[in-house]
């Protein structure tokens, strides 16, 4: 099977140094991979929290025409794997890898916490190119693949040709979701899902739009149907592990997209693309907007109409914001024709202004008693975030406890 080995620290110090190999604990990070396709154009796939490669099914096929993995075609589906560079460099074509991030899937679930930043998991997608002999590569990453793929733009702006970043937001308190009674009741079923059919439902509600899950296709809605494939999915792979989930959560938390660290992507020469989904309850589109103007004039924003796995839920929009991205790339098209962004304010605070009038799906503006509002909102969500960890961790250590066996009470004698 495909996996790529990113060595940790102590194993890199265990290379240059053998009198330290008694210590050497062999703990590095296999992270499990796909390819699809071939040709020159290489294109890296970065999942979101609790997703795997396969998320990207979709995109796939739409890049290269076929989901089936490169690897299923030599080896027949079974046997090692190492990859064969693709010597047909001179005609077309596109090469697609996609893979499971730590925490989740076929790849290693570190157990500390600290392990799983998006610094460190943009460490394994640049692993993985290197492991592939990938000098630079297009870089698409949704949500908290997303916040991974802005990172590894950041930190090797010279491996990379393009950025495609689908439902981002830009970390810390932006991941919390939109507040309302919906959002609340879904946060609420997902602590408690504890089998792949209560996480099935939880997910749809979570990744669609209401819209979309109760079309008709044919005599069924699309939330049956897709009920039924995220259960025998879940039930295939299995839950996600407590380490995997806390590690990726914690990624995303921490994760922060530094003033230098976005004026190295501005500076860089390649183009930026933000695709959202409009009724995405997980990821608020006010952020990615947000982080699509501090990107001008190298970012474009694409709004479409649908939920979190807008990716998904309107592929072949998607796939061509995407191929269009690859093109315009190719040919180098000025940034200035590119971006469909006002023009940006100089200065870091002349962006952060700019930002309190951006548009709404309404078409009002937004003011500053709205902006001043919204700051607000995340406290109090923050808030109601600690609310329902206590109530949770209270809860668990409630049934935790054994009742304790009292004998008859003693009564006192009325003449005492």
């Known amino acids: 099977m495909p996996f790529c080995e990113v060595k940790t620290p102590q194993q890199a110090t265990v290379e240059t140094d053998p009198i330290s190999n008694n210590n050497n604990d062999n703990n590095g990070i296999k992270i499990f991979y796909r390819t699809y396709g071939h040709g020159p154009t290489k294109v890296l796939l970065i999942i979101g929290l609790a997703g795997t490669h396969e998320s990207w099914g979709p995109q796939i096929k739409g890049l290269v025409g ?34 499971d991030n730590r925490g989740m899937g076929l790849s290693s679930v570190p157990t500390k916490t600290s ?15 290197e492991h592939l002999g990938w000098k630079k590569a297009y870089i698409f990453g949704h949500s908290m693949g997303a916040m991974i793929a802005c990172k590894l733009a950041a930190m090797v702006p ?25 959002t609340l009741f879904v946060a609420y079923r997902f602590l408690r899902a504890k089998t792949p059919e209560q996480r099935a439902a939880v997910d749809l509600d979570t ?63 390649f183009l930026v693309s933000v695709i959202h989904g409009r009724h995405d309850i997980i990821a608020q589109m006010c952020y990615a907007r947000r982080l699509a103007k501090k990107l001008h ?20 929009e998607v796939n061509q914001a995407l191929l269009d991205l690859i093109k315009a790339s190719e040919v180098k098209i000025n940034t200035n024709d590119w971006t469909n962004l006002p023009k940006k304010s100089s200065g870091w605070i002349g962006t952060r202004m700019t930002l309190i009038r951006i548009n709404t799906e309404g078409g009002s503006n937004v003011s500053l008693m709205c902006y001043v509002l919204s700051k607000l909102y995340l406290f109090l969500l923050y808030l109601f975030g600690l609310v329902v960890l206590v109530f949770e961790y209270g809860r668990k250590a409630l049934k935790s406890l054994k009742p304790v066996k009292v004998g008859p009470s003693l009564t006192l004698d009325d003449s005492e």
């Open 66 to 99: 076929t989901d089936t993995a490169n690897e299923d075609e030599r080896s027949g589906g079974g046997g090692d794997w190492n990859p064969i560079p693709d010597d047909n460099e001179s005609g077309g074509g596109i090469e697609v890898c996609a893979f």
């Open 297 to 316: 004039p190298v970012a474009r924003m694409i709004e479409l109409h649908g939920g979190h796995l807008v990716s998904h839920e309107r592929t072949e």
């Open 207 to 269: 990744h669609y739009s209401e819209e979309y899950l109760e079309e008709y296709v044919g005599s069924n809605t699309r939330r049956q149907i897709l009920y039924q494939e995220y259960v025998k999915g879940i039930s295939a792979t299995g839950m996600q592990s407590n380490n995997g989930f806390g590690g990726q959560l914690n990624a995303c938390w921490t994760h922060k997209m530094t003033r230098t660290e976005i004026e190295l992507i501005r500076s860089a020469g």
């Open 115 to 129: 392990q799983y930043t998006t610094k460190i998991m943009a460490n394994d997608a640049i692993a993985l190119m």
């Open 158 to 182: 010279e491996k990379v040709l393009s950025l495609g970043l689908l439902n981002v937001t830009g970390g810390g308190f932006e991941c919390f979701p939109k507040l309302d009674r919906k």
